[in-house]
């Protein structure tokens, strides 16, 4: 399939691409699309076809339910059964923005979007050609991330490219994902708001909102839990570069330290080594390839730039990598849950 790449600017957006990415949409096709936490791969969330051409074209497991990405409040009140209160607090101080909630579906939306479940996993994005494009397709549109299964999500166009061209119809280029990590999803459907994926929006802002306490669900926190995850998706090893990831945890100066040496004596063996850094501490490195991710102390710098330092270490061909552990709070906890998939969960701590 020949794959269209056009480039949109967010402040001057061409009305005529978005019209005909909402007619390649509408007629059943895939378009991936910029939004403010990682690029999309959407199709007609209403479509059981255009569903299954999604998980086809990522080679996603079709167990693992899709994003339905509106625009509007009246889009999510004609395809669930019923908005709880919360939700409704949410929704007025979010969205639009990088949240997703889950709620009992009706049957507008066919099983091959949620992965057989009754509920539907929604978001509003703040990402105007996002917003453009849902309008254009009808209203609603399945967007898991434009990767294939088991890599690192794109927050770049480029990315999106190397792994979904001539896979799909089209491709928007949009520029950087201001956030750069997958939404936060908050599941209602339980009775009490329960955290099933941190993301930027944190915890404590969510307690904020709804003035009561929100509970994280147990398997994201307890790795060694028996009981799967509430998210379908997050049993997955995910976001894994191609080469071997560590954290190192511990003192700075010591951390510094165990990852030279460390790569140091990857490099004798043969193997090419990347650190993942931060501004402050990059020049104290020895390895083939050192990445700063931004800022000490600033989780939303890491946040942004994770994915894609992920992805670069796969194009230069990084068998071996270390990375500095970054605090667990706020954004913070998003950024360790991520790196922490991305690590198969391998932690060195001193
Ligand atoms: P992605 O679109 O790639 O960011 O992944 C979507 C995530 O949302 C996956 O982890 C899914 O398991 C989760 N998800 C989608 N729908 C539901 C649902 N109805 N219930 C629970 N989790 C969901
Ligand atoms: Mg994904």
Redesign the pocket.
Known sequence: MDTEIVILNQDNIDKSVIKRAGDILKAGGLVAFPTETVYGLGGDALNPESSRKIYAAKGRPSD????VHIATMDALRKIVTDIPDGALKLASRFWPGPL?M?FNKNELVPRET??G?D???VRMPSDKIAAALIEAAGGYIA???ANLSGRP?PTVAKYVIEDMDGRIDMIIDGGDSEVGL??T?V?FTAGEPMI??PGYITKEMLEEALSQDVSIDKAIIDTNSKTPP?????KYRHYAPKGELAIIEGDSEAVIAEINRLSEEASLAGLKTGVIATEETKARYHADSVKSVGHAGREDEVAHHLFRILREFDDEGIEKMYSESFADSGVGAAVMNRLLKAAGHKVIKL
């Open positions: 693992n339910p899709l994003i997703t889950i949620t992965g479940l509920t539907v996993a967007a898991p991330s999500s997958e939404s999803i599941d099933l994926r509430k998210a379908p998706g997050m």
